[in-house]
C-alpha cells in the first residue's frame, strides 16, 4: 500500500515542537494521514537534586549525554545558569539535536560561547553510531576525563561501557522520569478506534511498545488479535523485536528521518 493512503500513528511524546512539525509537514505533504497517540508520560524526577548537584558542576565534565529530547529539556530545566562551553553534548537522534540548539539559542549561546554538540550520522541514530563521532573528536583518548549520562530511569548501558572501558568516569543521573499513559475511558476509546483503522505505528522506544501493551490489556484486548493486521516502524533493531512479539502483523526497521518513513510505508 502507498504512503498516500496509509495512517502513521506517531507514540512518541516530547519531540522538539519545532523539529517534529518539519517532520510531520514532510509527512503530509508525502500524503501520510498522521496521528498522535503518545505512549510515554514524561514527569520530573522524583529526587532532582542528584541532578542539580551535578548539573551545578558542568564545568567538570567534558562531554554531557542527553538520551533523549525529553532528557535534554530535563536537563535544562534544572539548570541554575549557561551551559558551559567546555563541556560539550552528544546525542543520537536529529529531534535531540535540535532540542539542543533551541535550548542553547533560548540561553543566547551561539559561536565559541557555545558547546561543541556530537551527533550520530543519520544513518546509524543509536550509540553504535556516535561512539565513533567521540572517538574522533577525542583522539588523545579518554583516561582521566569525566562524562554525565543524563537519562530518564534505567537504560542501555553499552555507551558508558565503552567510555569507562576507555578510561572515562562516568556519571548517571535522572532529569526526568517515564510513566505509562493513563488507562482511562477516554485514552481507551481513542486506542479502539486507532485499531479500527488500517494505520502504521512508529515506535523509538521498546517501552512505548510495552506500554501498548498494558493498555490493550486494559482494554480487554488480546495484543495478536489487535495488532495483527497493523505494521510497526521502529527506529532500532531491540525496538522491532519487541514490535514483533507484541504481535505487529509486519515489522519494518527504519531511521526517524521523514524520507526513510514515507519508503518505509511503501514497502508495505
Known amino acids: 500500500m502507498g504512503a498516500a493512503r496509509r495512517a502513521l500513528v506517531l507514540t512518541r511524546t516530547g519531540v522538539d515542537e519545532g523539529e517534529f512539525d518539519a517532520r510531520e509537514r514532510a509527512l503530509r505533504a508525502a500524503g501520510v494521514e498522521l496521528h498522535r497517540f503518545a505512549l510515554i508520560r514524561t514527569a520530573p524526577p522524583a529526587d532532582a537534586q542528584p541532578a542539580r548537584r551535578c548539573l551545578q558542576r558542568l564545568n567538570d565534565y567534558i562531554l554531557a549525554l542527553p538520551v533523549s529530547p525529553n532528557a535534554v529539556r530535563g536537563a535544562f530545566a534544572l539548570l541554575d545558569g549557561s551551559w558551559?562551553?567546555?563541556?560539550?553534548?552528544?546525542?543520537?537522534?536529529?529531534?535531540?539535536?535540535?532540542?539542543?540548539?533551541?535550548?542553547?539559542?533560548?540561553?543566547?549561546?551561539?559561536?565559541?560561547?557555545?558547546?561543541?554538540?556530537l551527533q550520530a550520522p543519520a544513518g546509524q541514530a543509536d550509540s553504535e553510531g556516535l561512539w565513533p563521532q567521540l572517538q574522533a573528536w577525542r583522539p588523545q583518548g579518554w583516561h582521566g576525563t569525566r562524562v554525565?549520562?543524563?537519562?530518564?530511569?534505567?537504560?542501555?548501558?553499552?555507551?558508558?561501557?565503552?567510555?569507562?572501558?576507555?578510561?572515562?568516569?562516568?556519571?548517571?543521573?535522572?532529569?526526568?522520569?517515564?510513566?505509562?499513559?493513563?488507562?482511562?475511558?477516554?485514552?481507551?476509546?481513542?486506542?479502539?478506534?486507532?485499531?479500527?483503522?488500517?494505520?502504521?505505528?512508529?515506535?523509538?522506544?521498546?517501552?512505548?511498545?510495552?506500554?501498548?501493551?498494558?493498555?490493550?490489556?486494559?482494554?480487554?484486548?488480546?495484543?495478536?488479535?489487535?495488532?495483527?493486521?497493523?505494521?510497526?516502524?521502529?527506529?532500532?533493531?531491540?525496538?522491532?523485536?519487541?514490535?514483533?512479539?507484541?504481535?505487529?502483523?509486519?515489522?519494518?526497521?527504519?531511521?526517524?528521518?521523514?524520507?526513510?518513513?514515507?519508503?518505509?510505508?511503501?514497502?508495505?
Open 148 to 268: 554525565l549520562l543524563l537519562r530518564g530511569g534505567a537504560g542501555r548501558e553499552w555507551l558508558s561501557e565503552r567510555l569507562r572501558e576507555a578510561g572515562s568516569e562516568v556519571d548517571q543521573v535522572d532529569v526526568y522520569r517515564r510513566a505509562s499513559p493513563s488507562a482511562d475511558a477516554a485514552t481507551l476509546q481513542r486506542l479502539r478506534s486507532l485499531l479500527a483503522g488500517d494505520a502504521a505505528w512508529l515506535f523509538g522506544a521498546a517501552e512505548a511498545v510495552r506500554h501498548l501493551l498494558e493498555l490493550l490489556h486494559a482494554a480487554g484486548l488480546e495484543p495478536a488479535a489487535a495488532l495483527r493486521a497493523h505494521a510497526a516502524l521502529a527506529t532500532h533493531a531491540r525496538i522491532a523485536d519487541a514490535a514483533r512479539a507484541a504481535g505487529f502483523g509486519r515489522v519494518a526497521l527504519c531511521s526517524a528521518d521523514p524520507a526513510a518513513i514515507e519508503a518505509a510505508l511503501r514497502r508495505f
Open 84 to 117: 558551559p562551553a567546555s563541556c560539550a553534548i552528544g546525542v543520537v537522534g536529529p529531534g535531540s539535536a535540535a532540542t539542543v540548539r533551541a535550548a542553547l539559542a533560548a540561553q543566547g549561546l551561539a559561536g565559541d560561547a557555545a558547546p561543541t554538540l
